[in-house]
Nanobody, 115 residues
Framework: QVQLVESGGGLVQPGGSLRLSCAAS????????MAWYRQAPGKLRELVAD???????NYADSVKGRFTISREGAKNTAYLQMNSLKPEDTAVYYC?????????WGQGTQVTVSS
C-alpha cells in the first residue's frame, strides 16, 4: 500500500514564501512521477508542477518563475518551493504519485495567501 503525506502549508502574506513537502512510502516503482496539484474553492483541481524520477519538470504557466519543484528520488520525497505568493495561489495543495496505471493522492494541505 502506498501512502503520501504532505506538510508545510499555512497562512502567508502576499509576496511571501512557503515550502511544501510530500513523503511517499510503501511499494513504489522506481520510475515514477511526483506532482503537485491544487484546488481552490469552486474550481477544478489543476496541475501546478510535476517531476519525473529522471528529474524532468513541468510547470503551469501561472507559477512559472515563482514555484520550483524538486525531489529526493531515493526517498520518494517531493518538494514545492513557492515564492512571490499571490492571493490567487490560495488553495488546497495535493501531492500525487503515478507510474503506469497507478495513481496515489495525499490528503492535501491548505495554503492561504492573505494580508
Amino acid at each position: 500500500q502506498v501512502q503520501l503525506v504532505e506538510s508545510g502549508g499555512g497562512l502567508v502574506q502576499p509576496g511571501g514564501s512557503l515550502r511544501l513537502s510530500c513523503a511517499a512510502s510503501g511499494s513504489i516503482f522506481s520510475i515514477n512521477t511526483m506532482a503537485w496539484y491544487r484546488q481552490a474553492p469552486g474550481k477544478l483541481r489543476e496541475l501546478v508542477a510535476d517531476i519525473s524520477s529522471g528529474g524532468s519538470t513541468n510547470y503551469a504557466d501561472s507559477v512559472k518563475g515563482r514555484f520550483t519543484i524538486s525531489r529526493e528520488g531515493a526517498k520518494n520525497t517531493a518538494y514545492l518551493q513557492m515564492n512571490s505568493l499571490k492571493p490567487e495561489d490560495t488553495a488546497v495543495y495535493y501531492c500525487k504519485l503515478t507510474w503506469s496505471w497507478h495513481g496515489y493522492w495525499g490528503q492535501g494541505t491548505q495554503v492561504t495567501v492573505s494580508s
